[in-house]
Nanobody, 126 residues
Framework: VQLVESGGGSVQAGGSLRLSCAASGDTDSSYCMGWFRQAPGKEREGVAAVSGGGGTTYYADFVKGRFTISRDNAKNALYLQMNSLKPEDTAMYYC?????????????????????WGQGTQVTVS
């Protein structure tokens, strides 16, 4: 499975960005998929995840109410709509896939639970 992120960039605080992740290869639209981010000097952290069918979503507390994760299985695509961006949202954002349908509330944000990763897209908020 290959994952390619796009949509990153530089925005002012309060602005919006929409990240996209295109999946190809031996894809399975029933995979749990998620977004992670890593700022310089910090560990990679879970931002949001969505179950295989798109019906269940999970968010880190620091993005609740601002970010929305969604997927289009017909297009093998994952999205992250980011609104009300803050300087502390500055990071490299990664798309990831987990070979399970459900993400599970206890483990959706564990980076070790995801087998497939993209190369990342940079988001800078000033």
């Amino acid at each position: 499975v290959q994952l390619v992120e796009s949509g990153g960039g530089s925005v002012q605080a309060g602005g919006s960005l929409r990240l996209s992740c295109a999946a190809s290869g031996d894809t399975d639209s029933s995979y749990c998929m998620g977004w992670f981010r890593q700022a310089p000097g910090k560990e990679r952290e879970g931002v949001a995840a969505v179950s295989g069918g798109g019906g269940t979503t999970y968010y880190a507390d620091f993005v609740k109410g601002r970010f929305t994760i969604s997927r289009d299985n017909a297009k093998n695509a994952l999205y992250l709509q980011m609104n009300s961006l803050k300087p502390e949202d500055t990071a490299m954002y990664y798309c990831a896939a987990r070979a399970l349908y459900h993400c599970y509330s206890a483990s959706w944000n564990g980076r070790g639970n995801y087998a497939y990763w993209g190369q990342g897209t940079q988001v800078t908020v000033s």
